[in-house]
C-alpha cells in the first residue's frame, strides 16, 4: 500500500505564510513509485480539485498560473517527502489540500492523501 500523509494546515491571515509537508510511504510506493512525480491539489466546497504544483524526481517543476509565484512546491528523494511553501495567502486560497502521487505529468492522481485543511482569513 501507497500511503500519503499531509500535514501543516491551519488558520492564517490572508498575507501570511503555511508550510505543508507530504510524507509518503509504503512498500509500493518505495519499490516502484519513487521515481513517480508528486503534488498539491486544493478543493474548496462546492468546487472542482485543482492542481496546485506537481515536482517530478529530477525537480521539474508545475506551478497554476493563478499562484503568482506565490507557491514553492519542493521534494526531498531520499525522505520521500513533498512540501509546499504557501506565501502572501489569499482568501480564495482556503481549501483542502491534497498530497498526490503518480505517473501522469503534470497532473500525478494515482495515489491521494486525506487532506489538510488551510484556512486564509481577513
Known amino acids: 500500500q501507497v500511503q500519503l500523509v499531509e500535514s501543516g494546515g491551519g488558520l492564517v491571515q490572508a498575507g501570511g505564510s503555511l508550510r505543508l509537508s507530504c510524507a509518503a510511504s509504503?512498500?509500493?510506493?518505495?519499490?516502484?513509485?519513487?521515481?513517480?512525480?508528486m503534488g498539491w491539489y486544493r478543493q474548496a466546497p462546492g468546487k472542482q480539485r485543482e492542481l496546485v504544483a506537481a515536482i517530478s524526481k529530477s525537480g521539474m517543476t508545475e506551478y497554476g498560473d493563478f499562484e503568482k509565484g506565490r507557491f514553492t512546491i519542493s521534494r526531498d528523494n531520499d525522505k520521500n517527502t513533498i512540501s509546499l511553501q504557501m506565501n502572501s495567502l489569499k482568501l480564495e486560497d482556503t481549501a483542502v489540500y491534497y498530497c498526490?502521487?503518480?505517473?501522469?505529468?503534470?497532473?500525478?492522481?494515482?495515489?491521494w492523501g486525506q487532506g489538510t485543511q488551510v484556512t486564509v482569513s481577513s
Open positions: 509504503g512498500r509500493t510506493f518505495r519499490d516502484y513509485f519513487s521515481m513517480f512525480g
Open positions: 498526490a502521487a503518480g505517473s501522469s505529468w503534470p497532473a500525478p492522481s494515482d495515489y
